[in-house]
């Protein structure tokens, strides 16, 4: 929204005037205005529209004229129109009877000039302008002697004006007393933070992770730069690769994380369990790790599945050794199936003595079926079954794998 200021020194120049001008045709009274933004800059040099009207008795009484105009504003963002001589809305600028008042002026301006009248102010006529019912002198009957001194009419132009108001320029550069502006520079900052002591190397320690590397020692000498890897960079592994003590049989989508089959059957007549001791629920279908671990506990006797797993550490297998096998979930050993191919492949191209190819028979999981039965794949038919847990029923071949 912009503001208007009137300005009242104007108008009461421009009233005295017009009463001294009333038998002239047709009659008018000047009227000046500067025009403001709502941040209160100068409008300049901009055409805004305007209606003025004249109001009978109160600031919201009859409007007894209208009028309208389409003023400039000058490089101050000052207005001058001339009330009597704009275009005429409704009523008679010289029909009105100033001795019935009183009169209020009502300005509505829109800064866009149009007729979007967003602005409006009303005031009351000051008796200054009640100096155009001067005109009912037509009626006396005689002459009268002038003895004032003769008056040189104002041409209305605001630059004639003697101490004149001076008006801003709206430049900043301008405004007196301005404030400091900031340099955005942190050295010209006042009460700047207190920096500490310079690193010395005793602060808490970082450490490389994965992804990510470390350089330097954390002194001020040698800081600490930490740069991080992509993982596209770092190594990735595949189905039927010899790795990691055996042959991988499963990846997940980043290409570093999966299972491992071992190279050879860590048995090939194992039982599961016993009834006896069947006080937990190995039944994981996908985490044979966690499996093994209950099965282990439940069961601590050497010649059964998962404790064969659960110690053996490929020793028998030139790659590394490691401890961390376990008997596979009955979804862990399906996706072995799926990578049937592949796995046999790699087992069968190693030159290593010691390896064997998984049989076409029958493998324990470590996933139990209730209370007395576990599952086992049938590598013959490509199909899960459920044998008794009992250690003396069933004997079967075992497997072990372990995630990287």
Same mark, same amino acid.
Request: aromatic fraction near 12%; charged fraction near 15%.
């Given at each position: 929204?912009k503001k208007?200021?009137?300005?009242s020194v104007?108008?009461v120049?421009?009233?005295?005037?017009?009463?001294?001008i009333?038998?002239?045709s047709?009659q008018k009274?000047?009227?000046q205005?500067?025009?403001?933004?709502?941040n209160?800059?100068?409008?300049?040099n901009t055409?805004v529209?305007?209606?003025?009207?004249?109001?009978?008795?109160?600031?919201n009484g009859?409007?007894?004229?209208?009028?309208?105009?389409?003023?400039t504003t000058?490089?101050?963002?000052l207005?001058s129109i001339?009330?009597?001589?704009?275009t005429?809305?409704s009523?008679?600028?010289?029909?009105?009877?100033?001795?019935n008042?009183?009169?209020?002026?009502?300005t509505?301006?829109d800064?866009?000039?149009?007729t979007?009248?967003t602005i409006?102010?009303?005031?009351?006529f000051?008796s200054?302008?009640?100096s155009?019912h001067?005109k009912?002198a037509d009626?006396?009957?005689g002459?009268?002697?002038e003895?004032?001194?003769?008056?040189?009419?104002?041409?209305?132009?605001y630059a *004639?004006l003697?101490?004149?108001p001076?008006?801003f320029?709206?430049s900043?550069?301008d405004?007196?007393?301005?404030?400091?502006?900031?340099s955005?520079?942190?050295?010209?900052?006042?009460?700047?933070?207190?920096?500490p002591?310079a690193a010395?190397?005793?602060e808490?320690k970082?450490?490389a992770?994965?992804n990510?590397t470390?350089t330097?020692?954390?002194?001020?000498?040698s800081?600490?730069?930490v740069?991080a890897?992509?993982s596209s960079?770092?190594?990735?592994?595949?189905i039927?690769?010899l790795?990691g003590g055996?042959?991988v049989f499963?990846v997940d989508?980043?290409g570093?994380?999966?299972?491992?089959v071992s190279?050879v *059957?860590?048995?090939?007549?194992a039982g599961w369990?016993?009834?006896?001791?069947?006080?937990?629920?190995a039944k994981?279908?996908w985490?044979?790790?966690?499996?093994?671990t209950?099965?282990?506990s439940?069961f601590?006797?050497t010649?059964?599945?998962?404790?064969m797993?659960?110690d053996?550490t490929?020793?028998?297998?030139?790659t590394?050794?490691?401890s961390?096998?376990?008997?596979?979930s009955r979804?862990e050993?399906?996706?072995?199936w799926?990578?049937?191919?592949?796995v046999?492949?790699?087992?069968e191209?190693d030159?290593?003595?010691?390896?064997?190819?998984?049989k076409?028979?029958?493998?324990?999981?470590s996933?139990?079926?209730?209370y007395?039965?576990?599952?086992?794949f049938n590598?013959?038919k490509?199909?899960?079954?459920?044998?008794?847990?009992d250690y003396?029923?069933?004997m079967?071949n075992v497997r072990?794998?372990?995630a990287?």
């Amino acid at each position: 929204m912009k503001k208007l200021i009137t300005m009242s020194v104007a108008l009461v120049l421009a009233t005295l005037f017009t009463g001294t001008i009333w038998a002239q045709s047709p009659q008018k009274m000047s009227y000046q205005a500067v025009i403001r933004s709502a941040n209160n800059y100068l409008v300049e040099n901009t055409v805004v529209g305007m209606k003025i009207s004249i109001l009978q008795g109160t600031a919201n009484g009859t409007a007894v004229y209208s009028e309208t105009h389409i003023p400039t504003t000058n490089s101050n963002g000052l207005v001058s129109i001339e009330i009597g001589g704009g275009t005429v809305v409704s009523g008679n600028y010289s029909n009105i009877n100033w001795a019935n008042g009183p009169y209020f002026i009502k300005t509505e301006t829109d800064p866009a000039g149009g007729t979007n009248y967003t602005i409006t102010g009303t005031s009351q006529f000051l008796s200054v302008p009640y100096s155009l019912h001067a005109k009912t002198a037509d009626a006396i009957i005689g002459g009268i002697t002038e003895t004032d001194p003769v008056f040189t009419a104002w041409d209305k132009d605001y630059a *004639d004006l003697t101490n004149k108001p001076t008006l801003f320029s709206g430049s900043y550069a301008d405004l007196t007393n301005k404030p400091t502006l900031f340099s955005g520079s942190y050295a010209d900052l006042t009460n700047k933070p207190t920096i500490p002591e310079a690193a010395n190397g005793s602060e808490t320690k970082i450490t490389a992770g994965t992804n990510v590397t470390i350089t330097g020692s954390g002194t001020t000498a040698s800081p600490y730069i930490v740069n991080a890897t992509s993982s596209s960079s770092a190594t990735t592994h595949y189905i039927g690769e010899l790795y990691g003590g055996g042959v991988v049989f499963w990846v997940d989508q980043t290409g570093q994380h999966g299972l491992i089959v071992s190279m050879v *059957d860590i048995s090939t007549s194992a039982g599961w369990g016993s009834y006896s001791n069947y006080s937990y629920a190995a039944k994981s279908d996908w985490d044979g790790n966690s499996n093994t671990t209950e099965i282990i506990s439940a069961f601590p006797y050497t010649n059964t599945a998962a404790k064969m797993c659960g110690d053996y550490t490929n020793d028998d297998y030139g790659t590394g050794t490691y401890s961390d096998w376990y008997l596979p979930s009955r979804a862990e050993i399906i996706d072995l199936w799926n990578s049937f191919r592949l796995v046999q492949k790699a087992i069968e191209s190693d030159t290593n003595a010691s390896t064997t190819i998984i049989k076409r028979e029958a493998y324990w999981t470590s996933t139990s079926d209730g209370y007395s039965d576990a599952y086992f794949f049938n590598f013959k038919k490509g199909l899960l079954d459920t044998y008794s847990i009992d250690y003396y029923s069933e004997m079967l071949n075992v497997r072990a794998v372990r995630a990287f």
